[in-house]
């Protein structure tokens, strides 16, 4: 069974940085397009970022852009997301998909795998 396995969510005072990372098992995750979504209590799963398989395009929701990076090292089979000047606002879980198609999409239904998330919680 594929898994995605997210990690690096802690908590962070505003204004802080974190970096999450994820990896996958029994998945070559370097052959997908892979995204970050987050979902706080009682809200949907949003869309974060996105990346295309080969690192060469990358897609941001505007409440992030300018603020998270994604990345990837197809060498190590990871997928990053670099967080910085974080607000209390991006206090949610976060998880990590990928897309068999390579469509580098903010939509959830277009991810076929999904890990089980890493919290983070930023403070006033």
């Known amino acids: 069974q594929v898994q995605l396995v997210e990690s690096g969510g802690g908590l962070v005072q505003a204004g802080g940085s974190l970096r999450l990372s994820c990896t996958a098992s029994k998945l070559t995750i370097r052959s997908y397009a892979s995204g970050w979504f987050r979902q706080a209590p009682g809200k949907e799963r949003d869309f974060v970022a996105a990346i295309s398989w080969m690192g060469d395009d990358t897609y941001y929701s505007d409440s992030v852009k300018d603020r998270f990076t994604i990345s990837r090292d197809n060498a190590k089979n990871m997928v990053y997301l670099q967080m910085n000047n974080l607000k209390p606002e991006d206090t949610a879980v976060y998880y990590c998909?990928?897309?068999?198609?390579?469509?580098?999409?903010?939509?959830?239904?277009?991810?076929?795998?999904w890990g089980q998330g890493t919290q983070v919680t930023v403070s006033s």
């Open positions: 998909a990928a897309d068999e198609l390579n469509r580098v999409s903010g939509t959830t239904r277009e991810y076929d795998y």
